[in-house]
């Protein structure tokens, strides 16, 4: 039986459970996927996938201006047990975990010169995580990563980005059969930065993928987190969090495509807000497809807005085809730390950038005590505090 | 020993056409160890008084003093009243998301207290605070106020209340909406306070119910943004009897 609920506490949350032969999830894209960014029209901003992006801050990545130049500086370190080569785009592994969505997303994969790929062979256990940092120094460039498990591998994939950069890039996980693998992604850029670019996870049979994805810094970040399931029994937990100040634009768009019977998938994203502009877009769709009978799917997202003057755009979106399923929902609530609660806590003896602080990390703690990489839990939450030492300055 | 001492207060809150005074001078001593009640229709201004007391911005102080032991309290900002020992429990306490009982009550008494409690100590200490109170141990991992039930709200707002231990105790219409256990439960967590014999109280309230409880040594009746009478626990028993009829019809609405 599916439930679903809903849960509009902004102005600006919306929601829609669609239980319809015709997909909106298709009908809504300007155009169908496709690795060639000729196959995409200029976005104008009006469409449905643009119409929250503010399209003159991406530098040119989506209509074709921004080419490479100066670049970023990209190191990946394997731990022994897993191997990196660098390969051209008819490797048989590039694009195979999905195919790009929408026009920057081609673009990047249209203009990288060579992929990295990092494989963990089949049963293999990493013990130490696979970390590939992105450096900004400034330019444009247009990136594309493959990382591999083989069956039965276990792996842990940290991404960080910093440094200033226009940077397009495609990331693409396979997951052989039983294969565990755990990505924390953290977008910590310098506040000119802008990061557009999707994240495809292809899911083999009875595998399980953990994404974490973190977003604090850049002028404008915009993700697509996406899940397909090669066989039945797949499992995806996506993790979000993103903490999006005056002027930031940070927008995540995630796609759980259940096509396969006998998937899970779970779904949190939590950002809090604060300043001027500050402008957080979540969509997230989930299409349980007629085949994928047995699927168990749950999204939730969460905002905290701290100031006025701050935006949360929230688009739940789930759409059914079949009803021999375990359960489906999603909840999106957009609460605001207002005066009242400043003066509960303030009348009890807490000052008040304390008590700022109080609520927003106990708003992440929530989400961070759920990823289950203790080393990965510590520094996002000093990384949390950071943040929050930044803003109160 | 500590007093609390209100002279002459005026207070406006901004509304359509311009500041509307709501309280229009206001003057009462309360000494650590006593019991004030203060008993008024709706719309008199006593939760004006005890949120003005506490610092809400929405009221302005247009005229008067306020001090604790000498120091002048309307100087102060909310937070620092309440450091200096003035509580009050509200009415209608907010949600604060995200943030779990354990850790503000921790938070609030690191703050009030002016170092961390000990930890050891401390979950003694709340635990056994709540067991009083007959609040289950799974509380305190919820969200502040979150989801609480309006017994539950007040409950939480005593539990403060006997682990902060303020000098000067504000409680604005603590039993409001409480059934008959609940109200005894509060009240009991109010006594054991009171009995300290180190905390000056306010009890604001609309009904005499919960004068079965607390006994107060001075009742107020408060109209039109004022003191309108005082007197001891007999007064009381007048209004109960009489209610606010006389008060509300003559001379004091002014």
Not at chain 1, 304 to 313: F, N, Q, S, W, Y
Not at chain 2, 218 to 238: C, P, Q
Request: proline fraction near 4%; aromatic fraction near 6%.
């Amino acid at each position: 039986m599916a439930e679903a609920q809903n849960i509009p506490a902004g102005s600006t949350t919306t929601g829609s459970i669609a239980v319809a032969a015709e997909s909106t999830v298709a009908t809504r894209m300007s155009a169908p996927p496709s690795y060639d960014v000729a196959d995409f029209p200029v976005p104008h901003g009006r469409e449905e996938e643009w119409r929250f992006t503010p399209l003159a801050r991406l530098k040119g990545l989506h209509d074709g201006t921004a080419v490479t130049e100066g670049g970023v500086l990209v190191s990946v370190e394997t731990p022994a047990g897993a191997t990196q080569e660098t390969v051209d785009r008819d490797d048989p592994r590039v694009g195979r975990a999905g195919t790009p969505v929408d026009r920057v997303a081609a673009q990047a994969y249209t203009s990288f010169e060579k992929a990295s790929v990092v494989t963990v062979p089949k049963d293999t256990q990493l013990t130490e995580p696979i970390r590939i940092d992105v450096q900004g120094q400034g330019g444009t460039a247009f990136k594309h990563h493959v990382i591999e498990l083989g069956a039965f591998a276990e792996a842990v994939v940290v991404m960080d980005h910093t440094g200033d950069a226009t940077f397009a890039a495609n990331v693409d996980y396979l997951l052989g059969d039983g294969a565990k693998l755990t990505v924390v992604s953290v977008q910590d850029w310098a506040d000119t930065a802008v990061h557009a670019g999707q994240h495809n996870a292809l899911i083999g049979r009875d595998a399980s993928f953990k994404s974490v994805v973190v977003t604090f810094g850049g002028d404008l970040v915009r993700l697509h987190p996406r899940v397909t399931y090669a066989a039945p029994g797949g499992e995806a937990e996506l993790y979000g969090l993103y903490f999006t100040e005056a002027g930031q634009h940070h927008e995540h768009r995630l796609m759980v495509d259940h096509d396969t019977p006998n998937c899970r998938s779970h779904v949190t994203y939590k950002g809090a807000l604060q300043g001027d502009d500050a402008h957080a877009v979540w969509i997230g769709d989930v299409l349980i497809q007629a085949a994928a009978t047995g699927t168990d799917t749950y999204e939730l997202n969460r905002n905290l807005v701290l100031t006025d003057g701050a935006r949360v755009d929230s688009v739940p979106n789930l759409e059914i085809e079949t009803g021999e399923i375990v359960g489906a929902g999603h909840a999106s609530a957009t609460g605001r730390f207002d005066d009242e609660q400043l003066f509960y806590l303030m009348a009890r003896g807490i000052p008040a950038e304390e008590a700022r602080r109080l609520v927003v990390r106990g708003f992440f703690a929530e989400l961070i005590q759920q990823i289950g990489l203790p080393d990965v839990e510590e520094r996002l939450m000093a990384k949390i505090e950071a943040e929050l030492e930044a803003a109160a300055a | 020993m500590a007093t609390l001492e209100i002279h002459d207060l005026h207070v406006s809150v901004e509304a359509e056409n311009g500041p509307r005074e709501i309280l229009k001078g206001v003057d009462l001593t309360v000494k650590q160890g006593e019991t004030h009640a203060i008993m008024g229709p709706n719309g008199s201004g006593k939760s004006t008084l005890a949120y003005s007391l506490a610092g809400h911005p929405k009221y302005t102080i247009t005229g008067g003093t306020v001090t604790l032991d000498g120091e002048d309290v309307l100087e102060m900002s909310v937070d620092e009243r309440a450091r200096a020992g003035v509580f009050l429990a509200m009415q209608y306490p907010v949600e604060v998301p995200g943030v779990s009982v354990s850790n503000f009550l921790r938070t609030s008494a690191t703050a009030v207290r002016g170092e961390a409690p000990k930890l050891r100590l401390w979950v003694k200490e709340v635990k056994e605070a709540m067991e009083r109170l007959s609040m289950d141990p799974a509380f305190a991992e919820r969200n502040v106020n979150e989801g609480f039930s309006g017994g539950e709200k007040k409950r939480h707002e005593i539990l403060q209340l006997e682990l902060l231990k303020p000098k000067i105790a504000i409680l604005d219409e603590t039993d409001s909406g409480l059934d008959v256990d609940a109200l005894r439960t509060v009240s009991e967590g109010v006594n054991r306070v009171r009995e300290s014999g180190e905390v000056g109280t306010l009890l604001i309230t609309h009904y005499t119910r919960i004068l079965r409880y607390i006994k107060p040594d001075h009742v107020h009746v408060f109209a039109a943004g004022r003191i309108v009478e005082s007197g001891g626990a007999e007064l009381a028993d007048k209004l109960e009897a009489e209610g606010y009829e006389e008060y509300t019809k003559g001379g004091a609405t002014l």
